[in-house]
C-alpha cells in the first residue's frame, strides 16, 4: 500500500510539474506576443511614425516619446546631440524600422573594418585606411537616403490616385477625413500607411490643421505640401475643395508626365556619363587580366601607388560633376 501511495504522490507531481513547465511556457510565448509579436510590433511602428512630425501640442505630445536607442546611456547622448532628432526623421521617411543607435553604429562599424582591410589586409598606410574608412562610414546612411528617396517617389507617383479618391468619397457625401481613412484602407502603400496616421491622430484629438503639417513633415515633397495648404486655405476661406482637389490631382499628374519626358530626353546624357564613369575601371581590369605584367608597377611601385590614389579621387570628382550635369530638376 505504501508503495501505491509513493507511485500516485510520483504521478501527482510529475503532472504538476508538467502543467507548471506548459504554463510557464505560455507565460514566455505571451510575454513574448505583447512586446514583440506582430500586434505590438504595429502599434510600435504606429506610434514611431507618429512621432516623426514636429507636433508640440498637448493632445499629441504622449504620442512622441521615441526612444534613439535601446539603451539608457546611449540615448541620454543621442538626446544631448542637436541633430539625433532630425536624423530620426530621416529615417523614419525611409519607411526603415531603424534607431538612431543602429546607424551610427553601422556607420562606425563600416568604417572600423573598412579601415583595418585596407591598412592590414592590403598593407596600406594609416592614413589612408582611416580616409577610405570615413569615406565607407557614409554607406549606410547612402542606403537610408537611397531607400528615402524610392519611398517619396512612390509616394508622389500614388498621390493623384489620393486624391482623386478623396475627390470622388466627398462628391459621394463623405466627410474629409472618412475620405482620408477611404485611402488609407484602398490604397497602396506607403502612401496608405501615411494618410492612415492622418486619420489616426484626428481620432486622438489633434487638430486636422497640425495632423496635415505633420504629413508634410513626413512626406517632405512639393506636391503633398500643395495638397496641404489647398485644404487647410479652403477651410479658412471656404469653396469648392473637391474642385480644389481634381485641378491639383489634375496639375500634378501633367507635372509627372513632363518629368517622365525630360527623363526621357535626358537618357542619352545619363547612360554616356554612366559609360564614362565605369570604362576606366573596366578597361584598366582587362589590361590586368590581359597583360599583368604591364599593370603590375601600378600596384608594387611606389609612385604607382601615388598614381592610383590620385586618379580614383580624380575619377570620384568627375563622377559627382557627371551626376550633377544629367541631374535636371522640373
Same mark, same amino acid.
Given at each position: ?7 500516485? $504522490? ?41 512621432? $516623426?512630425?514636429?507636433? @508640440?501640442? /498637448? ?24 541633430? #539625433? ?22 556607420? =562606425? ?8 582591410? *585596407? ?18 562610414? $557614409? ?14 517617389? +512612390? ?18 457625401? /463623405? ?12 490604397? $497602396?502603400?506607403?502612401? =496608405? ?5 492622418? /486619420? ?21 515633397? *512639393? ?20 474642385? *480644389?482637389? #481634381?485641378?491639383?490631382? @489634375? ?22 556619363? @554612366? ?6 575601371? =573596366?578597361?584598366?581590369? #582587362? ?38 550635369? +544629367?541631374?535636371?530638376?522640373?
Amino acid at each position: 500500500m505504501l508503495q501505491s501511495i509513493g507511485g500516485n $504522490a510520483f504521478l501527482i507531481i510529475a503532472v504538476l510539474v508538467f502543467v507548471a513547465v506548459v504554463l510557464l511556457l505560455e507565460g514566455i510565448y505571451m510575454m513574448w506576443q505583447s512586446y514583440k509579436g506582430p500586434e505590438a510590433r504595429k502599434i510600435a511602428n504606429r506610434l514611431r511614425v507618429l512621432s $516623426a512630425s514636429l507636433d @508640440r501640442t /498637448h493632445q499629441s505630445q504622449l504620442l512622441k516619446q521615441r526612444m534613439l536607442s535601446e539603451t539608457p546611456g546611449f540615448e541620454r547622448l543621442l538626446l544631448s546631440l542637436p541633430r #539625433a532628432q532630425r536624423l530620426d526623421r530621416f529615417i523614419l521617411q525611409a519607411g526603415l524600422d531603424w534607431a538612431v543607435s543602429k546607424l551610427l553604429l553601422s556607420c =562606425a562599424a563600416s568604417a572600423v573594418i573598412t579601415c583595418m582591410i *585596407v591598412s592590414v589586409l592590403a598593407h596600406q598606410s594609416i592614413l589612408l585606411g582611416l580616409l577610405i574608412g570615413a569615406a565607407a562610414a $557614409a554607406l549606410p546612411l547612402l542606403y537610408v537616403s537611397r531607400k528615402r528617396n524610392l519611398r517619396l517617389t +512612390t509616394i508622389e507617383q500614388q498621390l493623384p490616385e489620393s486624391l482623386d479618391l478623396v475627390t470622388r468619397a466627398l462628391r459621394s457625401g /463623405h466627410a474629409f477625413s472618412s475620405g482620408l481613412q477611404m485611402v488609407g484602407e484602398e490604397m $497602396a502603400e506607403p502612401i =496608405a500607411n501615411e494618410f492612415r496616421i492622418v /486619420h489616426d491622430e484626428v481620432n486622438f484629438g489633434v487638430s486636422l490643421q497640425q495632423a496635415l503639417t505633420n504629413l508634410c513633415e513626413r512626406v517632405p515633397i *512639393v506636391d503633398m505640401r500643395y495638397f496641404v495648404v489647398a485644404v487647410l486655405i479652403q477651410r479658412d476661406s471656404g469653396g469648392d475643395l473637391t474642385e *480644389v482637389l #481634381a485641378n491639383l490631382s @489634375r496639375l500634378i499628374r501633367e507635372r509627372l508626365k513632363l518629368i517622365s519626358k525630360v527623363r526621357v530626353l535626358s537618357s542619352e546624357g545619363r547612360l554616356s556619363a @554612366r559609360i564614362l564613369a565605369i570604362m576606366p575601371f =573596366a578597361l584598366g581590369a #582587362a589590361m590586368n587580366y590581359f597583360n599583368p605584367e604591364f599593370m603590375a608597377p601600378l600596384w608594387t611601385d611606389p609612385i604607382g601607388i601615388v598614381i592610383m590614389k590620385y586618379m580614383l579621387i580624380l575619377m570620384a570628382v568627375g563622377v559627382l560633376i557627371l551626376r550633377k550635369i +544629367t541631374k535636371i530638376r522640373v
